[in-house]
Every structure is written in structure tokens, then in C-alpha cells.
């Protein structure tokens, strides 16, 4: 009897092994991603390069006085901030609620065209690279859903919908988000890139922060856009028979 309990924890043990690696198999890549992006201001981060290889020069402005001028707590209101919970899960399902607003076939007037809100959506699914939105009061409310989050080169979820930067980046790299935010605000400059290494030897990702503004110049927030530029790298080559050479 004694030797059967040892049997069948054993057992016990070993299919809760089987089940925590088939887990972690499955859930391998968007581990991986979530590691490899751990240098964007809009993810995790742990180890970076150095900072000129991934930022350039940071001109007049230091990460550390950046960080003394962006509120990243989005604490502040402009227009189109609304009062709920930043970082509530349903803060998307709330807000759609809240203002009314419109989906389906409804028709949205644009500056250059007019299409329903199911088409827009279409449209911005099929955009090659992966693009979030955060306003001029640092608050992150849109991603185009292009694949399920563990597919994706930066892994968004509708629950992330609200959240400020600083609570969606880990402090240690606060700095840096302050300084592309303060960069686009005050349009020192209009499109910030930063190449995320990745474990993959087959890609180079590339996150590209441009900043937004409206007809008067005024800033609006950021468009990131993520993809990996290798592809077309490759296709430019092919085309024009050249290879690269290491210097």
C-alpha cells in the first residue's frame, strides 16, 4: 500500500509536469517575444543594448529631465479623456458604453473618404505591420488586431485598453518612454525608430514611434508601428541582385 502512494504521486506529479511543459511549449514564442521586445517603451524590460545603439543621440534632452516633464501616470485630462479607471480590464467595454459610440455598418465620416466602422476595421488588420495609439495624455486605446496576442511581435490584449504608459512599463525604462514621448511632443523629432533585438537570427524588428498632430501642429499622441523589416530587406536584394557585407 505504501509503495501504491508513492506510485501514484508519482504519477500525479509527473502529469502536472507533462501539462506546465506542454504550457510553456505553447505558450514558448510569445515568451520569447515578450523577452526579445523587453527594450520598447510600450513592453517589459530586462537587459538592454547600449542606449545609443538602440535610441541614437538623445539631444538636448536626457532620459532622466524627460522623465521630469511626461506624465506617464496620465493623470491629466485633455478632451477626449474619460472618467474611468485607467487601469480597469473592462475600461474598453466601459467606455464603449459610456459614449455611445458606433460599430458595425455604421458609417464614419473621414477627412479623405467615408466607411463604415466595420470596414475600417478591415482595413487596419490588414496594414503589414502591427500599430497601437496612445493620446497627447500618454494613454494607450488602440492596437489594429492583426493575430492573436502570442503571434504578435509585441503582444497586446484588450484588457492593456486605458492603460496608462508608466503602468503598462516596468520603471527601470521609464526614463526612455518619457524621452520618445517629450521628443514627439515637442516635435524635436517626428519619427523615433528603435531596433528590438529578438531571439530570432531570421527577423530584425524594428518599433517605429511617429508622433501625430493636427492641422494647427498641435501634438495628438504617438503611432507605433512594429514590423520586421527583414522581409523586405530580403525582397530588395532578390530584385535588385545585390548581397549584404559585413563591415
Known amino acids: 500500500m505504501k509503495n501504491f502512494k508513492y506510485i501514484l504521486l508519482g504519477a500525479i506529479l509527473g502529469i502536472v509536469l507533462y501539462i506546465g511543459v506542454s504550457y510553456g511549449v505553447k505558450k514558448l514564442p510569445m515568451i520569447m517575444r515578450t523577452l526579445a521586445s523587453s527594450q520598447d517603451v510600450t513592453s ?4 538592454r543594448p547600449l542606449d545609443e545603439e538602440m535610441y541614437g543621440d538623445f539631444g538636448d534632452v536626457s532620459p532622466e529631465e524627460a522623465a521630469e516633464l511626461e506624465d506617464l501616470s496620465a493623470s491629466g485630462e485633455i478632451n477626449t479623456t474619460l472618467k474611468i479607471d485607467k487601469k480597469d480590464p473592462e475600461w474598453l467595454e466601459k467606455a464603449i458604453k459610456m459614449t455611445n459610440a458606433v460599430s458595425g455598418d ?3 465620416q473621414l477627412d479623405s473618404g467615408i466607411l463604415t466602422v466595420n ?6 488588420k490588414t496594414m503589414p505591420f502591427e ?3 496612445v493620446d497627447s495624455n ?3 486605446l488602440y492596437f489594429n488586431k492583426t493575430k492573436d496576442a502570442e503571434e504578435m511581435l509585441v503582444a497586446r490584449t484588450i484588457e492593456e485598453i486605458g492603460d496608462p504608459l508608466g503602468g503598462s512599463h516596468p520603471e527601470m525604462i ?3 518612454v518619457a524621452w520618445v514621448v517629450h521628443s514627439l511632443r515637442n516635435r524635436t523629432q517626428e519619427v523615433v525608430p528603435v531596433v528590438m533585438p529578438t531571439s530570432n537570427d531570421d527577423e530584425y524588428v524594428v518599433h517605429y514611434y511617429r508622433g501625430m498632430y493636427d492641422e494647427n501642429g498641435e501634438y495628438q499622441g504617438i503611432n507605433q508601428y512594429v514590423l520586421d523589416i527583414k522581409p523586405i530587406i530580403d525582397f530588395y536584394l532578390e530584385k535588385t541582385n545585390q548581397s549584404l557585407v559585413v563591415n
Open 106 to 108: 455604421t458609417y464614419v
Open 131 to 133: 500599430s497601437s495609439f
Open 119 to 124: 470596414q475600417i476595421n478591415n482595413f487596419l
Open 138 to 140: 500618454n494613454q494607450f
Open 174 to 176: 521609464h526614463n526612455y
Open 44 to 47: 517589459g524590460a530586462s537587459e
